[in-house]
């Protein structure tokens, strides 16, 4: 299973979350950021490698929507509701990952 992680610089959220779902048999996770400084930019062709696309905030599925709509129609697009105020690998961010994926996908 293919699982994209999307936050705005690909920093901390995001790239947290990939280190935490890479390490699950059987699933493969990159994180990437809307943001065009972003650590590893969003793009349409990781759109397309995605089984599902999990965004931290509102706001990054706004942005993932309007320009990546023909591309997600047979895609799952969740929102984690996970404010930008964690480090990388915090616990606290970690749990949450964990929690809220957990309700979109069976690991």
């Known amino acids: 299973m293919n699982l994209l992680f999307v936050c705005s610089e690909n920093r901390l959220r995001s790239p947290t979350a990939e280190a935490v779902f890479s390490a699950y048999a059987g699933v493969d996770a990159i994180g990437a ?12 062709d990781l759109i ?3 089984d599902v696309v999990f965004v931290m905030e509102r706001e990054h599925r706004t942005k993932v929507s309007r320009k990546y ?14 404010a930008d105020r964690y480090d990388y690998m915090q616990p606290e961010l970690v749990r949450l990952l964990k929690a809220r994926v957990s309700r979109h996908v069976r690991l």
């Open 33 to 44: 950021g809307t943001n065009a400084d972003a650590e590893t930019p969003l793009s349409g």
């Open 69 to 82: 709509a023909p591309l997600l129609k047979s895609k799952r697009l969740v929102c984690l509701d996970i």
């Open 48 to 50: 397309e490698w995605a």
